[in-house]
């Protein structure tokens, strides 16, 4: 048996994709813009086993076991990575021995939280661990997965460029800087309370392609704009430029949302406090410090620098007090020292709490790096390929 475990980061859109060009390949109406987690906090993990013994292909997700040959974009995934090792030739084993994959992410994918993109960035990254095939090719590769896959093939601050070629060859993830260019670039993902069932982002794409003028409008004349000025922000390093397009992206993402028919409604009211929360604190700070941006759900996903973060998690504190704040359940990730605070006085201010219970809970991650392969023994699958989370 031969086998690779590997993990890849979560990535959220700065610059959103919303919409698509060709629904088989995966190629977008617009380029996006993303910038990539740390795997410390949350990361997909994958484990890929050839064996001349196995019978079949089998594979595990988050503990339970899914049919194979109905996955379909799993199987795109492998085809293509199977082609290009047969291309290559670079196997070190016949290519029709089967395979088992056993994957898992460790945050809770209920929490709506780009799990699809660490996902399938990772199954591809195992794979071409595992098969010899070359980084080059991974970003498209992922790309037939989750569109927004593409983007976890890095670290640091990404592109997807949207492309022109039919088949999809040029439409790829390219790194626009690494993690070490802004390394205090923190991020707190304030998980909402929600049940309410929500349009899928492939069908909520189809829809706004079909019926949006404003999507329209914003893929042609908006976006390119967009990427330009955010990377220029980027690279100078300036936060307040950085924050108001990333926050205006999100806006507008929503607003293609609302402006489809049927409209597809991702935010609920608890996103618009935290909205109008930000604006408010930006304001009486008398700077811009945090930015904003909400994927197609109602979380939030709060972009800060490091020297911010414990003075941003007091004024949450106050505008949003929780019965849980204070449990480990509560604040997760990198730890918060709030004796690090700077500014004393807007937490004088007479502002009374915006609402109560508002969050499930709080995570605090950072930039971060690409995927990377683990050693033996961090492998999902036990000797004879099996799950180890199996065995008693
Ligand atoms: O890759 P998908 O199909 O999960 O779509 C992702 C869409 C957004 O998260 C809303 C935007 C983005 O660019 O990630």
Redesign the pocket.
């Known amino acids: 048996m031969l086998l690779q475990t590997c993990i890849a980061p979560v990535n959220i859109?700065l610059i959103?994709?919303?919409g698509k060009r060709d629904e088989a390949l995966i190629l977008p109406i617009n380029d996006?813009l993303?910038m990539t987690l740390s795997t410390d906090q949350m990361c997909a993990k994958t484990t890929a086993a050839v064996g001349s013994d196995f019978k079949e292909n089998k594979m595990w997700l988050n503990g339970e076991e899914v049919q194979f040959e109905d996955n379909c974009r799993t199987v795109k995934c492998l085809d293509e990575i199977k082609r290009i090792a047969q291309l290559q030739g670079t196997a070190k084993f016949p290519l029709d021995w089967k395979l088992h994959i056993c994957s898992e992410n460790n945050f809770p994918t209920a929490a709506g939280l780009?799990s699809?993109?660490a996902g399938y960035a990772c199954l591809v990254y195992t794979l071409a661990k595992l098969y010899g095939v070359q980084n080059e090719e991974l970003s498209k590769i992922a790309r037939l997965g989750?569109?927004?896959?593409c983007r976890s093939i890095y670290g640091g601050f990404v592109q997807w460029i949207k492309g022109e070629d039919e088949n999809g060859n040029d439409s790829i993830a390219v790194q626009i800087e690494n993690e070490e260019h802004w390394p205090n670039m923190h991020v707190l993902i304030l998980v909402v309370n929600d049940n309410r069932k929500k349009v899928g982002?492939?069908k909520g794409m189809q829809r706004s392609v079909l019926t949006s003028d404003l999507l329209k409008y914003r893929a042609d004349v908006v976006v390119p704009k967009r990427i330009f000025e955010i990377k220029n922000a980027i690279k100078e390093k300036n936060f307040e430029k950085f924050a108001e397009i990333t926050m205006k992206d999100s806006n507008q993402?929503h607003a293609c949302c609302l402006d489809s028919y049927p409209p597809c409604v991702y935010m609920n009211d608890v996103s618009h406090a935290i909205i109008d929360f930000v604006h408010k604190y930006n304001e009486m700070v008398g700077e811009v410090r945090i930015a904003y941006t909400f994927?197609?759900g109602p979380n939030a996903c709060l972009y800060l620098l490091q020297e911010n973060v414990a003075d941003v998690l007091l004024a949450i504190k106050k505008f949003f007090p929780n019965d849980n704040d204070g449990s480990v359940e509560y604040l997760k990730g990198i730890p918060i020292d709030l004796k690090n605070k700077k500014d004393e006085n807007i937490f004088n201010c007479e502002s009374k709490p915006i609402g109560r219970n508002f969050f499930k809970y709080i995570i605090h991650t950072k930039i971060g790096n690409g995927p990377k392969s683990l050693i033996e023994e961090e492998s999902l699958l036990n000797e004879v390929g099996l799950p180890k989370s199996f065995n008693p």
Do not use: I, L, N, V
């Open positions: 859109a959103k994709y919303w996006s993303s780009a699809s993109a989750s569109g927004s896959a982002s492939t993402f994927d197609a």
